[in-house]
């Protein structure tokens, strides 16, 4: 499945067991000797009451808290089960409602946190505003870099040209700086007007994806906090648009877009072990 091209294996372990680990989440993302794709999903049953529990490998093996295309996948999977437009699904990062709103999934992402701690940051900072050292670089964005917490860690940069922003080159530096112990998603956002963002993003664990949904909500909050977007915003990402709301403060993050199913199959996991 995908949304917006982040594509996502899927695999159901609520009937049967499977173990998913890092050796064998690297190999089903492997694009040339596995099914390839950025994250490796396995549905497991929920522990409170979700329609079901959603667990996220990146393409590296490493395991991560959310993911909020992947979300809109799974909730679209839910929905055609039980024929209902409202599901639930739980996470490391946390419990995410989900609503069908016509062609899209909406899902609620939760409250954004912005304390260092919680994001986390390595040392305090103001994660409004603050600089991320990196010597060998004279990209002026990296002085005033934000930060937030939508589940999982997120940078953003904020640039006047994100077509020429140098994401494979300073988005691993970023994801593995000091300042961020569990390594982060980097946005690098261009406001093109009060309503609409651009964004290309370097996820953590995986590279550079056409899409990412938590790193959307990150860099519409991240925006907004400085006042350069309202409070209903599109993030224009290479792989398509997500629409992003939220209204400040305390106000909970909501996320609407598609989800895809490529194709359906089965595969011999121990091949690959």
């Not at 067991?17 to 490796?40: H, M």
């Not at 000091?178 to 651009?198: A, G, W, Y």
């Not at 400040?248 to 011999?268: C, I, K, N, Q, W």
């Amino acid at each position: 499945m995908h949304g917006l091209g982040n594509d996502f294996a899927v695999f159901d372990g609520r009937f049967r067991e499977i173990l998913i680990t890092p050796a064998l989440a690297r190999g089903i993302a492997d694009r040339r000797r596995g099914i390839g794709c950025d994250q490796v999903i396995l549905l497991g049953r929920p522990n409170g009451d979700a329609d079901a529990r959603m667990y996220i490998y990146n393409a590296d093996g490493s395991e991560v808290e959310s993911c909020g295309n992947a979300t809109r996948c799974v909730a679209t999977i839910l929905m055609e089960e039980s024929g209902q437009p409202e599901v639930r699904v739980e996470t490391a990062g946390g419990s995410l409602p989900c609503t069908k709103a016509g062609a899209l999934i909406r899902v609620d992402m939760g409250l954004p946190r912005f304390e260092w701690p919680d994001i986390p940051l390595s040392e305090p900072r103001d994660s409004k505003s603050f600089e991320v050292p990196l010597p060998e670089s004279e990209c002026d964005a990296l002085k005033d870099a934000a930060a937030v917490n939508v589940g999982n860690p997120h940078c953003v940069l904020f640039m006047e040209e994100v077509q020429l922003a140098a994401v494979h080159q300073l988005g691993p530096q970023i994801e593995r700086h000091p300042l961020f112990p569990e390594r982060t998603n980097v946005e690098f956002v261009q406001c093109l007007s009060p309503k609409t963002l651009r964004m290309r993003v370097w996820e953590r664990g995986v590279g550079v994806t056409l899409a990412c949904g938590t790193g959307a909500c990150a860099a519409m909050v991240a925006a907004k906090r400085r006042d350069l977007c309202g409070t209903n915003v599109d993030v224009v990402l290479d792989g398509g648009t997500l629409h992003i709301d939220w209204a400040g403060g305390t106000s909970h993050v909501f996320m609407s877009g598609p989800a895809v199913l490529t194709y359906r199959g089965e595969m011999d996991l121990e091949a690959l072990g």
